[in-house]
């Protein structure tokens, strides 16, 4: 079984210590149903938006490299 997602080392990592974090957040913690929610909607962002992020790297890289040839 491979936990492989695509993406870089150091993020990779990140998007499984953000899942962790949620899923002691919801499960395993006594706080109210709004704070929960609220970490859910924020773990989740994070996650889209260093992905979004990343990628829009490797797509100016991409349009550099071109550019140069």
Do not use: P
């Amino acid at each position: 079984m491979s936990f492989k997602l695509g993406l870089k080392g150091v993020q990779e990592i990140l998007v499984l210590v953000l899942m962790l974090v949620l899923v002691f957040a919801l499960f395993y913690s006594q706080m109210d149903l709004t704070y929960k929610i609220g970490i859910a909607a924020m773990v989740f962002s994070i996650i889209l938006l260093t992905t979004m992020a990343t990628e829009a790297l490797k797509q100016a890289e991409e349009n550099k490299r071109l550019q140069a040839r």
